[in-house]
């Protein structure tokens, strides 16, 4: 499985958007199994196993009691893909039967917001190899006047 680092500041949207949806207490799992953004901050920075396993499988998982999994809530976990692989967990509290139908909208929302980052990191050394371009034109113009 490739590395893919979303940061913080992301997650949180993500996390935000998500919850504004469904009014539940949404988590963000990175590939480690960490809750990296959630509503509920005394999650922050725990494992979360159940999102964990959502990684490994490929596959959402339903946690059908709080003692399931270390770290899990009742709810649903779904993995969120770029590229046909998990790069991260977006996880929804509350019983399971009540929240799935969130999560395909949770993780197009995801989906979204991670590829709109991309898009603009693209932008972003576009325009900074574009500079370096004109920089050595101008160095080398001014050189040999």
Known sequence: MPHFKINKLLANKIVEAVHEVCNCQ??????????IASTDASRL?????AGFDAIKQEIPIMV????QYVGA?????????????????????????DVRKFGFLA????EIFI????MNKRESDIIKKE?????????YSLLYL
């Open 26 to 35: 949404i988590n963000f799992i990175d590939q480690r199994g960490t809750i």
């Open 45 to 49: 920075n725990e494992f979360h196993e």
């Open 64 to 67: 059908e009691s709080d003692a």
């Open 73 to 97: 809530k009742k709810g649903v976990n779904y993995p969120i893909f770029m590229n046909d692989h998990p790069i991260a967990v977006i996880g929804i509290t509350g019983e399971p039967e």
């Open 115 to 118: 590829r709109e980052q991309q």
């Open 131 to 139: 500079k370096e371009i004109l920089k050595k034109e101008l160095f």
């Open 107 to 110: 993780t197009k929302i995801s």
